[in-house]
């Protein structure tokens, strides 16, 4: 199995880049990793519907038919880190080659790709710009695997 995080994170910051790489590799110990920032063409903010739509498309282009697919989105199950764990190790489990992570772009994804999700986490009630979420998001999936591996990392 593979794991991918897909972003449309359009921000760059230097910390960003240095806490991706970091968990990037932290992450490779345990499973091939990688992360893939997917370029859509720019539109104006008052496109939100464009954009969403247009950006939505290109992530469902980047799927496949067999792929696990978790979208990070406000919208989805709160969860703690325990329980996260848990359907991480399903999808470990579970017959699929890829496991694909989804971060959507500043106006969300549309219905098709909440519908093409086979899990919705909610990172937090709060909203956050995509560089937050993206470490957020590495970092539990990280967390992830040292409870299922029962590293000492994540403190109960």
Known sequence: MRFILYNLATAKEAWADEVSELYKKKI???????????????????????????????ILKNINPDDYVVLFDERGSILDSIQFSKKVENILGSSKKRAIFIIGGAFGVNEDVRKRADLKV?????VMNHLMAQAMSLEQIYRAFTIIKKIPYHNI
């Open 122 to 126: 909610a990172l937090s009630p709060m």
């Open 28 to 58: 490779s110990f345990f499973i091939p990793f990688d992360i893939q920032s997917l370029k859509a063409r720019k539109s104006a903010r008052e496109d939100a519907d464009f954009k969403r739509n247009e950006e939505s498309e290109l």
